[in-house]
C-alpha cells in the first residue's frame, strides 16, 4: 500500500473518531503514531488500552493492558513475526481493521465491542472484556450456540472441551483412566469447529472456562501477566495447523531412530540387566532402536538418590563401554534426569554453592518435601542454573555418547507457589518450566553438537514446545482397558495444537496386579499407527515382548516388524509435520469437516492421509462399527477388501491386528524388516498402490535424508520421490520422479510395486518400450512387477487393463 494514502486514511479516522467522541460515540481512536513506530493501533478506554497488531492475513493479535500496567512484549509461546501491511477503514458505527482478504477487527463504537472476521463471517467475538476480581484477571468471549471447542491441552473429557471450567497448572495424574479434568501438559489454546483457534499468550496459572455455565461463553482467567491473545484463523483444517504452527514455530524431524522400538522400564538396576534385555531382543529377532534408563542408573533405590546425576558404579561398572557397545549394535542410550536435587544427594553440596536452585524470600535454596525425599529444584530461569544443568547434559552427550534425554516430573511435579525462580514465582513459570527446560537442551544442542538432532522426551510443556523437538506422553496411565481407552482422543487433541508427537506408554504404566496379554498385545498393535512406538510399565510386569510366553512375544514381533516395515511412510509423515505443521494422527474431520457427527469422535482416526485406523480397546471385541469418510473408498490393509466411504460398516476383528484401511488412490512405500534403523535406506522399496477406478489420479511423495542432521531438507541434504498415476478406461499409467536438494546423490532402486484391487489380468506392462513381466494373483486381485529406477531418471508406466 502507498504509505502516504495509508498515513491519509488514517488521519481521516482520527479526524472522524475525534469528531465522534463530541457526539458521545466511546473513544475509539486508530493511534496511527503507534502503527507507524511498533506496528499496532491503540484503543484507549476508560480502564486501559487495547494494543492490537496483524501478524498476517490470517493472524491477529490483541492486548490489553490495564491502567497502571505497562505493555510486556515478551512471550514464550510466539516467534512470528509481524509481516504485513494493514489497514484502517471507518463507518458510522465500526472502524475495521485489518486486511480485506483475510482476518480484520471490527470495533463497535457505541456500544463499544470488538469481534474479529475472517472472509466476512465472524469467527469469535469479546463479551464483556477485561475483567479485574480480588484474584484473577479475566478476559471474556462470545461463542456460537453449536460450535465445539478443543484444546486446552492434555485432557481426558471428550473431543469437546465444552461445558469444562479447566484449570490451567500442569500436575501428574498417576493411574488415570477414562476421566481427567488436569493431567501434565496443560495450554491456554482453544480451537473451534468453525476452524479458528484463541491463543492466550500468557504464562502464569490460571484457568480456561469453555461455556461451563451453559451461557456459550469462553473465558480465560489468570492470576496476573499477560492480557494477550492471538487470533489464528484457517482456510481448512490443514491450514489452520500451518497458520498455528507458523505462529509458535514447527517442530523439527527427530532422529530416524526415535520410529523404531524402544526397551524401556521402571526401570534397569543394572548394566547386567540392560545389557541382557538387548540379547534378548537380537536372540529373538525383534527389532530395537534404543534403550532408555530410568532412576536406577544414579541409585539403587527410588528415594533420597535423585539428583546424583551420575553412573551408580556398583550397578552400572562400566556404563561409557555399555553405552557405545550399544551403540555399535544400532542401540542408543536414553537417560532419565529430573530438575529436582535432593539434598541426600551427591550434587546438592555443589547446587548450593553454585546457586542454581529456586529460592526463598530471603534468597536461600528453597526446599520442600516431596515423594522422592527433601529437595531444591533447578533455577533453569538463573544462567548459573542453566549452564550447570547443561554442562551436565554436555558431558554426557560428548564423552558417553548417550543419544537422548529423558525429562520426567517437568510440570514440575511439586513446585511449591513461595518459591522464586529468577524471573518470577513459581506459579509465574509453573507451566512454562518444562518448555524452558526443553528450550535449554535444544539450545545446548545447537550450540554444542550441531550436526545432531536431539530426542526430548518430556511429559510437560506449553504451546510452542513443539519448536524445541520435544516429544510429549500422556503420563502415568493405568495399566488396563480404561486406561486404552482414551489414548487416542489425548493424541488427536494434543496433535491439533502443535504436538504432534504425543504418544502412550504401550501396555500401560502403573498397577495392574497381573499380566494381562490382550490388553498388552492390543496397545502395541494401536502403537503401530501412533507417533513414537515405547512401551513402558512399571517393572513388576515386564512391559517388553521379549519377557513373556511365546505367542504374546510373536504377536508383540508382528507389530514391530510392521512399524519398521513402514519406516518410508512414517518418516515422510513427520517431514511433512515438520513442513506444514499438521501432526501424524489426524482426526476424521480434518476428512470432513462438515458431518457434524465426526467433530467428537476419537475411536477412528486418520495415520497421515492415507491410513483409516480403529484400535480395539476393550476386552473380546469380535466386531466393531468403523466409520469410512465419504471422500474415499477403502481397502482393508491385510485383506484388500473394499469398503465404500461415507458410512458405518461393521468389521470383523482379527487377533493378530487391528482395523487398518488404505484409501483408494494410495501410494504406501514400505521396505523389509530391520533389526534397527541404522540399516536403512531406500534402495529396494515396496510400492503399494491401491487401484480404485473412481480416482482418476493421485500422487502421493517419500521423504529421504540421513535420519540424522539437522535441518538436513534446508541443506539441501534429502531427496523427495514422487508417485503418480492416472487412470482412463482401458489403461493406469505411473510416474515415478525423484528431487533432490543441492547437496544428496540420486540413486538406482530396485522397486516392486504391487497394484491392489486388479480383478482381471492386465494385458500388458510396459516402462517406456520395454515389457515387463508381472504376476497375477486372481485370489488377491494384486499385480506385482519388479523394475529398476534410476532415480535421475522420470519413469513412466503404462498398464493396459
Known amino acids: 500500500m502507498n504509505s502516504r494514502f495509508f498515513y491519509v486514511l488514517l488521519l481521516g479516522a482520527l479526524t472522524f473518531l475525534t469528531v465522534s467522541c463530541k457526539h458521545n460515540y466511546s473513544d475509539v481512536i486508530a493511534n496511527y503514531s503507534s502503527y507507524a513506530k511498533d506496528g499496532f493501533i491503540e484503543i484507549p478506554r476508560d480502564n486501559g488500552k487495547y494494543m492490537i497488531k496483524l501478524y498476517s492475513n490470517k493472524i491477529v493479535e490483541t492486548s ?13 509461546a510466539v516467534i512470528l513475526q509481524k509481516g504485513i501491511e494493514a489497514k484502517v477503514t471507518e463507518t458510522d458505527k465500526l472502524v475495521t481493521y485489518g486486511v480485506s482478504d483475510g482476518i480484520s477487527v471490527q470495533i463497535s463504537k457505541e456500544p463499544f465491542h470488538i469481534s474479529y472476521i475472517y472472509n466476512g463471517k465472524e469467527l469469535i467475538s469479546e463479551k464483556e472484556g477485561y475483567i479485574k476480581t480480588d484474584s484473577t484477571e479475566i478476559l471474556n468471549f462470545n461463542l456460537d450456540k453449536e460450535e465445539v471447542i478443543y484444546g486446552a491441552g492434555s485432557r481426558v473429557v471428550g473431543m469437546n472441551r465444552r461445558g469444562n471450567r479447566l484449570q490451567l497448572y500442569n500436575r501428574a495424574h498417576y493411574g488415570y483412566e477414562t476421566r481427567s479434568e488436569l493431567m501434565n501438559y496443560t495450554m491456554p489454546l482453544v480451537l473451534s469447529s468453525k476452524k479458528y483457534a484463541v491463543h492466550f499468550d500468557n504464562a502464569p496459572i490460571g484457568f480456561l472456562d469453555i461455556d461451563s455455565k451453559k451461557d456459550n461463553t469462553l473465558s480465560y482467567e489468570t492470576i496476573n501477566g499477560r492480557k494477550t491473545y492471538q487470533v489464528v484463523a484457517g482456510d481448512d483444517w490443514k491450514d489452520l495447523m500451518d497458520q498455528y504452527t507458523d505462529l509458535t514455530g514447527k517442530q523439527p524431524l527427530p532422529p530416524r531412530w526415535a520410529f523404531g522400538n524402544f526397551a524401556s522400564r521402571f526401570g534397569y538396576h543394572s548394566e547386567k540387566e540392560t545389557t541382557e534385555t538387548i540379547e534378548k531382543f537380537k536372540k529373538d529377532s525383534i527389532p530395537l532402536d534404543a534403550v532408555i534408563l530410568d532412576i536406577y542408573w544414579f541409585g539403587k ?60 524470600s530471603l534468597g536461600n535454596p528453597y526446599t520442600y518435601d516431596f515423594y522422592f525425599g527433601n529437595t531444591g529444584i533447578v533455577d533453569i530461569y538463573d544462567q548459573k542454573g542453566k549452564d550447570w544443568f547443561w554442562n551436565i547434559y554436555k558431558s554426557y552427550t560428548k564423552d558417553y555418547n548417550v543419544a537422548g534425554w529423558w525429562g520426567d516430573l517437568g510440570e514440575p511435579e511439586v513446585h511449591p507457589s513461595a518459591l522464586l ?19 535449554l537442551l535444544q539450545e545446548g544442542y545447537q550450540k554444542d553438537f550441531p550436526n545432531q538432532r536431539p530426542f526430548i522426551l518430556m511429559r510437560a510443556g506449553y504451546s510452542g514446545s513443539q519448536r524445541f523437538g520435544m516429544i510429549p506422553w500422556s503420563g502415568d ?42 490388553l498388552y498385545t492390543r496397545w502395541l498393535q494401536y502403537g503401530v499407527f501412533q507417533p513414537i512406538y515405547r512401551p513402558h510399565a512399571q517393572e513388576h510386569i515386564a512391559p517388553e515382548p521379549v519377557f513373556h510366553d511365546t505367542k504374546t512375544k510373536e504377536l508383540a514381533k508382528k507389530s514391530i516388524e510392521l512399524r519398521y516395515q513402514m519406516l518410508p511412510y512414517n518418516y515422510t509423515l513427520a517431514f511433512e509435520n515438520n513442513r506444514t505443521g ?89 521396505i523389509s524388516t530391520l533389526q534397527n534403523t541404522e540399516l536403512y535406506n531406500t534402495n529396494e522399496l515396496t510400492i503399494h498402490y491401491y487401484y480404485d477406478a473412481k480416482v482418476e489420479s493421485s500422487q502421493d511423495t517419500l521423504y529421504d535424508d540421513d535420519g540424522k542432521t539437522p535441518n538436513a531438507y534446508e541443506k539441501g541434504k534429502y531427496e523427495l520421490l514422487a508417485f503418480e498415476s492416472t487412470i482412463t478406461d482401458s489403461m493406469l499409467s505411473f510416474d515415478f520422479k525423484a ?8 540413486t538406482t532402486r530396485d522397486i516392486t510395486l504391487v497394484i491392489h484391487n486388479i480383478s482381471k489380468a492386465p494385458k500388458t506392462i510396459t516402462v517406456g518400450d520395454k515389457a515387463l513381466e508381472f504376476n497375477w494373483n486372481e485370489a488377491a486381485a494384486t499385480v506385482i512387477v519388479v523394475f529398476e529406477w534410476d532415480s535421475n531418471l522420470t519413469e513412466k508406466m503404462i498398464i493396459t487393463l
Open 64 to 76: 490489553f493492558i490495564p491502567t497502571g500496567e505497562t505493555y510486556n512484549a515478551s512471550s514464550h
Open 301 to 360: 533405590d527410588i528415594k533420597g538418590h535423585m539428583g546424583n546425576l551420575e553412573f551408580l558404579k556398583d550397578s552400572f561398572p562400566n556404563p561409557k563401554k555399555m553405552i557405545n557397545d550399544f551403540k555399535d549394535q544400532g542401540v542408543k542410550t536414553i537417560l532419565i534426569t529430573e530438575p529436582f536435587i535432593l539434598s541426600t544427594s551427591k550434587k546438592w553440596e555443589e547446587a548450593v554453592s553454585e546457586k542454581v536452585l529456586g529460592k526463598d
Open 421 to 439: 525462580h529468577a524471573t518470577g514465582s513459581a506459579d509465574e513459570v509453573h507451566n512454562v518450566y518444562g518448555h524452558d527446560w526443553a528450550r
Open 477 to 518: 496411565v493405568s495399566r488396563s482397558w480404561g486406561g486404552l481407552q482414551p489414548q487416542t482422543e489425548i493424541a488427536l487433541s494434543m496433535g491439533i495444537q502443535g504436538l504432534g508427537y504425543m504418544h502412550s506408554d504401550l501396555g500401560g504404566f502403573a498397577g495392574g496386579e497381573k499380566f494381562d496379554p490382550e
Open 582 to 670: 499438521v501432526p501424524l494422527m489426524r482426526p476424521l474431520f480434518f476428512e470432513d469437516a462438515d458431518t457434524k457427527e465426526l467433530q467428537t469422535v476419537s475411536n477412528t482416526y486418520l495415520w497421515g492421509d492415507n491410513f483409516l485406523v480403529s484400535p480395539i480397546v476393550k476386552s473380546g471385541v469380535a466386531s466393531k462399527d468403523v466409520y469410512f469418510p465419504k471422500t474415499s473408498n477403502w481397502f482393508d490393509f491385510y485383506t484388500g477388501k473394499k469398503y465404500e466411504g461415507g458410512r458405518y460398516i461393521t468389521v470383523d476383528t482379527k487377533e493378530d491386528h487391528i482395523p487398518v484401511f488404505v484409501r483408494g488412490g494410495a501410494f504406501i512405500p514400505m
Open 739 to 746: 528431487e533432490t536438494g543441492t547437496d544428496f546423490k540420486k
